[in-house]
């Protein structure tokens, strides 16, 4: 990417921090929405690194990694290279504790978007046009959504080797093979070239430390790897998931799980019992396969049908 890096037509100087303001739109009380883009540069040049939170309103563990890196300093003397820092994207959804804009549009379907389209593409294409072009490495912080926990896990593809290996430095817990979705963040970058990954973790609406940890840990392991911060933090093994199912109720009532993300089960091993309100019987939710539980259900009541564990597989 060129040095430095240069956003709404104007250079970053080198060593600064600046926080660049993109207008996105109003409130129907008239007042504006910007989003706020904060922008490290070291003065050597290097990887541009751009770090995306809050695409989903109400996927608060990915909003509070980035504010805690921002309040700790994390990116403060960069060595060489840039971080380009978006705490919160979707700001029209934080506002209503939403996971999408006022319309209900889903941000992460509505790539690479458009200056003229809905507001969730309009989101989308500030990203696409005003940031992508000038980022090397795209790693888009996420949250379960509601009721459902993610064992924190990074998302990547296959077809992109650059991905892959981004996705092994980061060093979460679980990397999980993901097919690209039409019209997300990730696809559209992929498809610039650009070297994209998702990190999955914790539930929407509720904090969650171990999650925050884990994607605060990844962060810097990526720019300890790019040379870009020291001191270096150490690689961990990880679990490469390459096939996943959901494991759905076969009953409805009150649902107790015995087991929960981050365990490894044998097949037909008891994951938990959906019980009758009345308390005359229940029904044994069992494991279909061997495999590692990447995300579970925290919902007390479900109906048939309702996803309950997330299973994955070497």
Same mark, same amino acid.
């Given at each position: 990417?060129?040095?430095?890096?240069?956003?709404?037509?104007?250079?970053?100087?080198?060593?600064?921090?600046?926080?660049?303001?993109?207008?996105? %739109?109003?409130?129907?009380?008239?007042? &504006?929405?910007? $989003? #706020?883009?904060? /922008?490290?540069?070291?003065?050597? !040049?290097?990887?541009?690194?751009?770090?995306?939170?809050?695409?989903?309103?109400?996927?608060?563990?990915?909003?509070?990694?980035?504010?805690?890196?921002?309040?700790?300093?994390?990116?403060?003397?960069?060595?060489?290279?840039?971080?380009?820092?978006?705490?919160?994207?979707?700001?029209?959804?934080f506002i209503n504790f939403s996971r999408d804009v006022p319309d209900g549009k889903d941000v992460n379907r509505s790539f690479? %978007?458009?200056?003229?389209?809905?507001? &969730?593409?309009? $989101? #989308?294409?500030? /990203?696409?046009?005003?940031?992508? !072009?000038?980022?090397?490495?795209?790693?888009?912080?996420?949250?379960?959504?509601?009721?459902?926990?993610?064992?924190?896990?990074?998302?990547?593809?296959?077809?992109?080797?650059?991905?892959?290996?981004?996705?092994?430095?980061?060093?979460?817990?679980?990397?999980?093979?993901?097919?690209?979705?039409?019209?997300?963040?990730?696809?559209?970058?992929?498809?610039?070239?650009?070297?994209?990954?998702?990190?999955?973790?914790?539930?929407?609406?509720?904090?969650?430390?171990?999650?925050?940890?884990?994607?605060?840990?990844?962060?810097?392991?990526?720019?300890?790897?790019?040379?870009?911060?020291?001191?270096?933090?150490?690689?961990?093994?990880?679990?490469?998931?390459?096939?996943?199912?959901?494991?759905?109720?076969?009953?409805?009532?009150?649902?107790?799980?015995?087991?929960?993300?981050?365990?490894?089960?044998?097949?037909?091993?008891?994951?938990?019992?959906?019980?009758?309100p009345q308390g005359q019987q229940f029904h044994p939710v069992l494991a279909p396969r061997a495999g590692y539980i990447i995300?579970?259900?925290?919902?007390?009541?479900?109906?048939?049908?309702?996803?309950?564990?997330?299973?994955?597989?070497?």
């Open positions: 990417m060129p040095f430095p890096v240069v956003l709404k037509k104007k250079k970053v100087p080198p060593g600064e921090h600046v926080i660049l303001n993109f207008p996105i %739109g109003h409130l129907p009380s008239g007042t &504006a929405i910007d $989003v #706020a883009v904060h /922008v490290f540069q070291a003065s050597e !040049p290097g990887p541009v690194i751009l770090l995306l939170a809050g695409m989903h309103g109400d996927e608060i563990n990915s909003i509070e990694i980035l504010r805690r890196a921002l309040t700790n300093t994390m990116f403060e003397g960069l060595k060489r290279g840039a971080v380009i820092a978006v705490p919160l994207l979707n700001v029209f959804g690479p %978007g458009s200056s003229r389209g809905s507001l &969730a593409s309009r $989101v #989308a294409y500030l /990203v696409s046009r005003e940031l992508l !072009p000038s980022a090397d490495l795209i790693i888009d912080l996420h949250t379960g959504g509601a009721s459902k926990y993610n064992y924190p896990q990074i998302r990547y593809t296959e077809r992109s080797e650059a991905s892959v290996e981004l996705a092994r430095i980061f060093g979460a817990p679980y990397m999980i093979h993901k097919p690209l979705i039409p019209k997300s963040l990730r696809k559209t970058a992929i498809e610039m070239g650009k070297v994209a990954v998702v990190y999955e973790a914790g539930e929407a609406e509720r904090y969650d430390p171990f999650a925050i940890h884990e994607g605060l840990t990844g962060i810097r392991r990526v720019l300890s790897h790019a040379g870009m911060m020291a001191p270096e933090e150490p690689m961990r093994e990880v679990i490469n998931i390459r096939k996943t199912t959901w494991v759905r109720a076969h009953a409805a009532g009150l649902f107790l799980w015995t087991h929960a993300s981050g365990d490894q089960v044998a097949k037909g091993q008891k994951l938990g019992d959906i019980h009758d995300g579970h259900n925290n919902a007390a009541v479900v109906s048939s049908g309702d996803a309950l564990f997330h299973l994955g597989w070497t």
